[in-house]
């Protein structure tokens, strides 16, 4: 049967990096195929959406509501699900991301352990760029969502865009979901 994450893993060159949800059922065996095939990995940290509490970004997600501690024992929790990562990325986060008293001891927190921070730019008013420029954390921004419309033109016309950023700036960052249209367009 078909696997799109294993597929993506064992096809794509190793320039791909892998973002792992803390909480799926394969993680560990995910990690390994995807460190075995010189893919870096990110532990996928889910954070308070924009539109909370209509989107849920699940059990321990960080949330604005919450004290800065209870946020970084949820965080220390997911980082200890699974090891072999070089950062985080964040998930949904749209409204987390954009608030700098809960940004602040999270990329303090990343700092410390020597992680780099991936935010997925759900809110373009992200306060992480700024606060990790300050702090001296690893950080990247997400410079386009490679499968907004998962159709073949439309990632292909997202794929172009993110090589016109490539030569602009000499960097780009791009995200997608592991399903198979993306993986065949990245190939």
């Known amino acids: 049967s078909y696997n799109a994450p294993e597929s993506a893993m064992r096809d794509l060159p190793p320039e ?27 532990l996928n940290v889910p954070m308070e959406p924009a539109d ?38 964040s998930h949904q986060g749209g409204r987390f991301t954009g608030n ?19 935010d997925s730019r ?14 001296a954390a690893t950080y990247a921004v997400n410079d386009r969502m490679v499968d907004v419309v998962a159709s073949r033109a439309a990632i292909d016309f997202r794929l172009s865009e993110i090589e016109l950023v490539l030569r602009s700036k000499g960097k780009a960052v791009a995200m997608g979901r592991a399903y198979p249209v993306p993986i065949r367009r990245l190939k």
């Open 16 to 42: 791909v990096t892998f973002a792992f949800a803390p909480h799926a059922k394969k993680v560990k065996e995910w990690i390994k195929t995807a460190r075995g095939g010189g893919h870096e990995v990110l």
């Open 52 to 89: 909370y509490p209509r989107s849920d970004p699940g059990p321990n997600g960080l949330l604005l509501k919450l004290a800065k501690e209870e946020n970084l024992q949820r965080l220390q929790w997911m980082m200890s699900r699974m090891t072999g990562y070089v950062g985080i990325a």
């Open 100 to 118: 700098l008293k809960a940004m602040r001891p999270v990329l303090a927190e990343l700092k410390r352990r020597g992680l780099m921070f991936v």
């Open 122 to 135: 759900t809110n373009t008013n992200s306060v992480a760029p700024a606060v990790a420029g300050k702090i």
